[in-house]
């Protein structure tokens, strides 16, 4: 089954504890994202990634990083977690159809930063 | 920039009731535009899509219209379920790679 998943699905943690959220495709996407979810604000885009080790600043990267070294994987990095960085988080990956990027989420991550 | 705006919810109707979600955008160049569903607990589905003006995207009974003239792309169904309860986006694909921007989400509660 074609699918992205993540994992964890939920986590509590504390302020400044390093947190690693993983995210994987098996459809051989080139483009992967990362989004967080808040209420009121739709969904805004993280960090992208065109192909294997190429990344790209989305809209609001601040206090996350990302790697890409192997095609299916694209692990979203909290190196200092803050509380204003609670939220839900999606990875999604994508390819061209027919000259148009149709985006495949993953089920979330519901993070909680105490 | 590229921007998308859709409408309020949460929007409540009754079963077999007429659903219209409004959906404006602003975009340089020739965007692709989607409508994405997301039940309760899960992920972002693509419903339907339209890649260029005049496109009706369809599916399930949903249907949007890409008008360039009005900048728009709302959602209708003729006869909405209990289970079409679900929050909807409105979304844009432009740029490098389609970058994709999305409105806010509007909540439908559907009742029996």
Redesign the interface.
């Known amino acids: 089954e074609a699918q992205?998943t993540q994992n964890p699905r939920y986590l509590i943690t504390v302020t400044g504890k390093k947190l690693t959220v993983t995210c994987s495709q098996n459809m051989n996407h080139e483009?992967m994202?990362w989004?967080r979810q808040d209420p009121?604000?739709?969904?805004?885009?993280i960090y992208?990634s065109?192909n294997v080790e190429v990344t790209d600043k989305g809209d609001v990267p601040e206090g996350y990083k990302v790697s890409r070294k192997e095609k299916r994987n694209f692990p979203l990095i909290l190196e200092s977690p803050s509380p204003n960085q609670t939220s839900l988080y999606?990875c999604?990956s994508?390819q061209?159809v027919?000259?148009?990027?149709?985006?495949?989420?993953?089920?979330?991550t519901r993070l909680t930063v105490t | 920039g590229n921007s998308v705006t859709q409408m309020e919810g949460p929007v409540t109707l009754s079963e077999e009731a007429f659903l219209t979600i409004n959906c404006t955008y602003t975009a340089t160049g020739y965007p692709s535009l989607f409508w994405y569903v997301q039940y309760p607990g899960e992920g972002l589905q693509l419903l339907l899509k339209a890649t260029k003006a005049d496109d009706k995207g369809s599916n399930k009974g949903f249907e949007a219209t890409y008008r360039k003239e009005t900048t728009s792309f709302h959602l209708e169904k003729g006869s909405v379920q209990v289970s079409d309860s679900a929050v909807y986006f409105c979304a844009l694909a432009a740029g490098n790679f389609n970058k994709f921007y999305f409105g806010s989400g509007t909540k439908l509660n559907v009742k029996p």
Do not use: I
Request: aromatic fraction near 26%.
């Open positions: 992205v483009y994202s989004y009121g604000l739709g969904l805004r885009q992208y065109m999606f999604a994508s061209s027919a000259g148009t990027y149709e985006q495949y989420f993953g089920p979330g």
